[in-house]
């Protein structure tokens, strides 16, 4: 079923119900106004806690007007994203389509009707030179109903929304916003509080419960850090199964952040469930992976063979290598995607969301200690191992046991670099001048094995790709080519490790 995609740019105001609607004629740009009146029934669907209100998301079937239909809206920094699904006939349940976009807060749940809003909508249309829409204004008279507790409410509002977004720039849109607001304010508009219809029927927001621990311990700035990474993972989720650009590989980062926060920090937290989260955590890592491995792989293919001269890679090799990647990537997508709904992630998700409310901390340990000594002196823990394993790595004589130190000294900068950005930027921690340093060396040596670990990979997916081109007696002269570029790439890779390393063994 299709879907389309808009982003809203709007402002809301509360208004009493004997304001007139002011006359936009005059504002600059505009020429003229229409509109008309139409009532609008949504009935809005949530689970029994109110996750998907509580994270900002409301889910509804509208009828009347011109967009008809299951209307999903997130947040989306400052706006708004809506998802708008075709209502498929007379079924009041939710679609699947429509709930797979909410799954990850959703799982193996039911929704259920929580509110009926009834909308009048005087609709007051701001056009342009050309016809076009800029502005509409909507002033909403609303009757609403909690469907869970029988409570009626009524109230007003106006909705000033940029429509024609895609022809006027970010500053413009702004300037007639304001220009807008002027005049609302003036006919005594207040600024509303930007909270959804949904929010107002049902009285309210429902609040996160407040982190465990006492302020600056070990377990309060721990429960803020795994929330945080939490909430952001859920998010992640929602725009992979849109298929939104680089959601992938930031839910891959989400992952392997959690995973990291549990290795760094896990001798201070319960070691059983320490150890069946990150568990469950590594299980979706595998298949995120393997997806974004051939992700990547694409785009180390247009890089390589972009390197080389014009002419010099034919054509059936260029085919036969972005062809191959290309049905590797759609079979791995399509195993996160089955991932993504499996009884198994969502029982992940289950003990992730049990994990970060309450944090489990070791045995005999309230509060975890103060933060500031014990968590610094977790992550210096993981420093001198990746400088340990960074020198063993240097010093390996076998290219093929060196090439799998480099990567565990890869994995264990990453590692130590997640831990600490993530709990330095969910609580405001700071580990201090020193251990910042560290982090940025860690980056430094992150990136350059990362460069050398891609170019190993291209290089054996080229000579596969080129054995498979032999056996089916085609030219694999370009493979040759594309193979021996890497060594060059690689060699000034590990002299910038090795000029690393000696920076690390002079201190």
Known sequence: ????????????????????????SGLDGVIGVDGGTVVLEAVYYDLEDRALLRHGI??????????????????????????????????????????????????????????????TCTITNLIDPTGNVLIELSDDVVDAQDLTTGVERSWREWEAEAVGVERLSTKKQTALLDAVEHLVLNANASPASGEPKLARAMGGVPEMAPLDGKPGSVRHVLSASFREVTAELKTCDLRVRRHQEGALHQLRVRTRTLRSMLKTYG?????????????????????????????????????????????????????????????????????????LNSAEYFRMLDALDDFASRLPLAEGKSNGGKARSRLPRAVEDQQTRVVKSARRANREADLDAQLELLHDVRKRSKRLRYAIRAVAGASGFSFGRTLGKSMKASEKIQNTLGIHRDSVLFQQYVLKSGRAAHRARENSFSYGVLFEAESSIQRAAEARFRKMIKQLNSK
Do not use: C
Not at 65 to 87: C, I, M, N, S
């Open 1 to 24: 079923m299709a879907h389309t995609e808009t982003l809203e740019i709007e402002r809301k105001y509360d208004v009493g119900p004997a304001e007139v609607v002011p006359d936009f």
């Open 58 to 119: 409301t889910l509804r079937r509208r009828r009347g007007g011109k967009d008809e239909g299951w209307h999903t809206k997130f947040p989306a920094g400052q706006h708004r994203l809506e998802v708008l699904v075709p209502l498929p006939g007379a079924d009041e349940a939710p679609p699947a389509e429509v709930i797979d976009l909410v799954r990850v807060h959703v799982r193996d749940q039911n929704l259920t009707p929580v509110a009926r809003l009834t909308t």
């Open 267 to 339: 001798h201070l937290l319960d070691k059983d469930q320490t150890s069946d989260l990150e568990g469950r955590l590594q299980s979706l890592g595998r298949n995120l992976g393997a997806a974004r491995d051939a992700e990547v792989m694409q785009d180390l293919i247009r890089e390589g063979i972009a390197r080389q001269p014009q002419g010099t890679i034919a054509r059936h090799a260029i085919r036969r290598l972005e062809g191959t990647a290309a049905a590797d990537y759609e079979k791995a997508f399509a195993r996160v995607l089955r991932e």
